[in-house]
């Protein structure tokens, strides 16, 4: 394994393709700001929040929100070793390439068909969480046949954009990107400034989820809510041979897409926290969509 780490220092984009065997085909159009905003969309904070918001206070009360610096700090030396990876082989594909080189084919195949799986699972879940917003902004009542039509066109447009190519999805990356910057943090700084309900010491409340037990069963059933949050940064690398001079930058997106996202994950739950009105009825399952 250790033949095939490179020396890439001096190499430029399409050099170091070659000496991995590949022709540099691609039309490299995606900046870091790009790469950056199509990592962060992937891991979507706004999303991961407001999904999972109401089950993990039911599951560990407001303490849960320590999860999300838990699993992002977990998830950063993820990101470490991933752009330590991707600075040697900046190839398309992501993950496949990278395991099959560092591994062999079979250990890639696995690992493809479970990353597979996990996209194919998680796209189709934010679909369907997705469409009760859709199904609201036009005033639409929301029954099993109405969420999977939405679904559907969500999957439909998700699917067109992805085919229009790189500058297409580099446009819709960065209006995700300003549409979840002001949409999770400026709200989530707005609610724990101008509307705050709770004082900081809630965050340290289990407020009974335990009941009879131990708190720390709840507290870890509570991990989800951090671990549904901390993924997709690694998309930045999937697109390695669109990017300019991908072994420093892809590295540099995945960074900043943990950073951002986590500290926007934070705001956002620790704001709707605090200036929840009935948060015992949340805590106590009694409120299920807050």
């Given amino acids: 394994m250790s033949s095939d780490v490179l020396p890439t220092k001096n190499l430029g ?20 700001w790009a790469n950056f ?35 992002g700090g977990g998830q950063m030396l993820v990101a470490l070793v991933f752009g330590e990876v991707v600075s040697q082989y900046p190839i398309h594909g992501g993950i496949y390439p990278w395991t099959r080189r560092l591994w062999g084919k079979r250990y890639a195949w696995m690992a493809a068909w479970v990353y597979i799986w996990a996209m194919i699972v ?40 992805n085919f229009s190519g790189t500058k297409t ?7 995700g990107l300003a549409a979840e910057l002001i949409g999770v943090i400026a709200v ?33 059933g509570a991990a989800l809510a951090g ?27 995945m960074i900043m897409t943990i950073l951002v996202g986590g500290v926007s994950g934070v705001l956002a739950f620790g704001g709707y926290v605090m200036a929840a009105p009935n948060l015992a009825e949340i805590v106590s399952g009694k409120d299920t969509d807050p």
Avoid at 188 to 193: P, Q, S, W
Avoid at 233 to 242: K, N, Q, S
Wanted: glycine share 10%; hydrophobic share 50%.
């Fill in 169 to 175: 999805l580099a446009r819709v990356a960065k209006i």
């Fill in 188 to 220: 989530g700084v707005y609610l724990l400034i101008f509307d705050r309900k709770q004082d900081f010491g809630i965050f340290f409340n289990s407020m009974g989820v335990e009941g009879d037990g131990s708190y720390l069963t709840a507290f870890l």
């Fill in 13 to 32: 984009d399409g050099e170091h393709l070659a000496v991995l065997g590949y022709t540099d085909s691609f039309n490299r159009s995606m900046s870091l």
């Fill in 37 to 71: 905003a199509l990592g962060f969309t992937y891991l979507s904070p706004l999303v991961g929040v407001y999904s999972l918001f109401a089950i993990a206070l039911t599951t560990g009360g407001p303490p849960s929100i320590f999860w999300l610096l838990i699993v």
């Fill in 227 to 253: 671990l549904f949050l901390f993924y997709g940064f690694e998309a930045c690398g999937d697109v390695a041979e669109e990017v300019e001079n991908p072994a420093r930058r892809i590295p540099i997106a």
């Fill in 122 to 161: 998680s796209i189709t879940a934010i679909a369907e969480y997705g469409s009760g917003f859709l199904a609201s902004l036009f005033d639409i009542a929301v029954d099993r046949n109405v969420t999977l039509g939405l679904s559907v066109v969500f999957l439909v447009v998700a699917l067109a954009l």
